[in-house]
């Protein structure tokens, strides 16, 4: 089944405004970990945020923030004052419980309009 | 300079073959992980491993092989008996922090004709 699922294949934002690309995620576990990692046309991974299933805020980190919704199982990434070179392939993923290792969502590719 | 190191950044190989992909890590971290990314989608967990001398299978092991003889590396085999080899392939290492996030290496392009 699929734990992460990411509906938006493509989403356009001008530049220096705000974006918000969807994850919602499937877990029966109580603890768990949600990421978001960004992927340039270089091909790297980059790590951008992480929320914790028993945190209270929101994660932020810099223009990155995770809108948390518990009840709702969804993480999503709100980019805000959009750069150009945000212009990426963007992919929720989630770890479960102790387990370290992660499943990732099919992403969702961002383009950055000058 | 702390990271990770795959090689090469290209592949080329003929069909039947076997491959192996290097990964190195100098981040100290105690866990590895290899996944396939193929065109338009997401990455999928292919093998990872936890300590030294130890692995799992992930998702879609089959037609992969690897070891860990030392903590730096992590170098995983595509076999002949892999059926689509040809893909996007991405290491990565996590250390114990409380988020376990992964780090990773900037990929080999595998192409198998």
């Known amino acids: 089944a699929q734990k992460i699922t990411q509906t938006q294949p493509g989403m356009f934002v001008q530049e220096k405004e705000a974006v918000t690309l969807d994850c919602t995620y499937d877990?029966?576990?109580?603890?768990?970990?949600l990421f978001w990692y960004k992927q340039p046309s270089s091909g790297e991974m980059i790590f951008l945020i992480y929320?914790?299933?028993?945190?209270?805020q929101n994660a932020t980190e810099g223009r990155y923030s995770l809108n948390f919704q518990k009840a709702r199982k969804s993480a999503n990434l709100v980019i805000s004052a959009s750069q150009l070179g945000d212009s990426a392939m963007y992919f929720c993923?989630?770890?479960?419980?102790?387990?370290?290792?992660?499943?990732f969502g099919a992403g969702t590719r961002l383009t950055v309009k000058p | 300079d702390g990271g990770i190191t795959q090689s090469p950044k290209y592949l080329f190989r003929k069909e039947g073959q076997n491959v192996t992909l290097s990964c190195e890590q100098n981040?100290?971290?105690?866990?590895m992980y290899w996944y396939r990314q193929d065109p338009g989608q997401g990455l999928r967990l292919i093998y990872y491993?936890?300590?030294?001398?130890?692995?799992q299978k992930g998702d879609i092991a089959e037609g992969y092989s690897v070891s860990r003889e030392k903590k730096e590396s992590f170098p995983l085999t595509v076999t002949s008996a892999q059926k689509n080899p040809t893909a996007f392939y991405l290491c990565?290492?996590?250390?114990?922090?409380?988020?376990?996030?992964?780090?990773f290496g900037p990929g080999t392009r595998l192409t198998v004709t």
């Open positions: 877990t029966s576990d109580q603890s768990y970990g």
């Open positions: 981040l100290n971290h105690d866990a």
């Open positions: 993923a989630m770890r479960e419980g102790r387990s370290r290792d992660m499943r």
């Open positions: 990565a290492s996590s250390g114990w922090t409380n988020s376990y996030e992964q780090y």
């Open positions: 491993s936890q300590i030294v001398n130890d692995f």
């Open positions: 929320q914790g299933s028993y945190d209270e």
